[in-house]
């Protein structure tokens, strides 16, 4: 029967519908081949490369008694010149020696670290540094919050991390290019392991030098060796922390654990108290920092 005008109308306008419908779906003819669906389009921009100036002309140094050379030079004494990451001692030969020169350490370098500061000071610090505009700041600090009178008033790890990470916003806020060099925590058992059988180290240690570690140096029963092990795993866990946040940062290098893994002798240590560094032992620092801020790579 020959269809009214009406009906041919619905039936073109159902055939535009059909046609329209399989173009969607991929169906065609059977010979025609739809899409290859085993292809997915996964184009995603690559991660960011880090950023790294291997000749910095400018350095900030953070810290506690370690950058500020305690007990390198005299006794119960800061001795800044002598300090690895911003001294002017020749026998040192600092970071910034070696990347400024004598001239660019006097007029390019700054030290902000304190003698018995922990993490809670490090935010205050690396603000300090941040006005400066350096283009490198280095960190060490970690040490006093292992070293307290008790194992159980160390420093929580997931308050470690909070300090950490402020310090780094803080830092980033004003000073958004500046890179960081971040130290590890020293093996502080490796420091009682190479100073217990010292005499004079021994009667100091008891004057309180990082009792949570030092304390009873010849007590080799289970219970202190169970508080040195517990002491020995939170610098193991800091470091942890200082690895992973400074990861997220790409102007920031972890030294992958040089420091902890550096096996000090008493040739390191100071004779006045068996524990900071001594000059010798602040130069081994110098070219831990030294090796991994020229380098081209991170360490692994």
Not at 158 to 187: C, G, H, I, N, W
Request: proline share 7%; net charge neutral.
């Amino acid at each position: 029967m020959p269809q009214s005008p009406q009906g041919r109308a619905v039936a073109a306008s159902c055939a535009g519908l059909l046609v329209a419908a399989l173009a969607l779906t991929g169906c065609g003819s059977p010979d025609s081949p739809g899409p290859d669906r085993t292809k997915t389009r996964t184009s995603q921009a690559p991660p960011p490369k880090p950023v790294w100036d291997r000749s910095p002309a400018s350095i900030a140094a953070v810290g506690d008694s370690i950058t500020r050379g305690f007990d390198a030079c005299g006794i119960l004494s800061d001795c800044p010149e002598a300090s690895w990451a911003t001294g002017t001692d020749d026998g040192v030969r600092s970071l910034a020696m070696r990347l400024l020169g004598a001239p660019g350490v006097a007029d390019r370098s700054w030290n902000y670290a304190r003698s018995g500061a922990a993490v809670g000071e490090l935010p205050a610090q690396m603000a300090q540094a941040a006005g400066h505009r350096p283009d490198l700041v280095t960190v060490m600090m970690g040490a006093n919050d292992a070293c307290k009178d008790d194992a159980e008033l160390m420093t929580p790890v997931a308050e470690f991390r909070t300090s950490f990470e402020e310090s780094m916003r803080r830092l980033r806020a004003d000073a958004p290019k500046t890179q960081v060099y971040v130290a590890s925590v020293p093996d502080l058992k490796r420091l009682w392991s190479e100073g217990k059988d010292n005499p004079l180290g021994r009667q100091i240690w008891k004057l309180g030098i990082c009792a949570s570690m030092l304390g009873d140096s010849q007590d080799m029963g289970a219970t202190a060796t169970e508080r040195r092990s517990t002491v020995q795993a939170r610098v193991v866990a800091y470091n942890e922390v200082l690895k992973d946040v400074c990861a997220k940062d790409l102007r920031c290098r972890y030294d992958g654990g040089a420091v902890f893994d550096f096996r000090f002798t008493g040739d390191q240590l100071s004779t006045w108290d068996w524990f900071h560094p001594s000059k010798n032992g602040q130069g081994k620092l110098a070219d831990i920092a030294y090796r991994n801020v020229v380098a081209a790579k991170p360490p692994a």
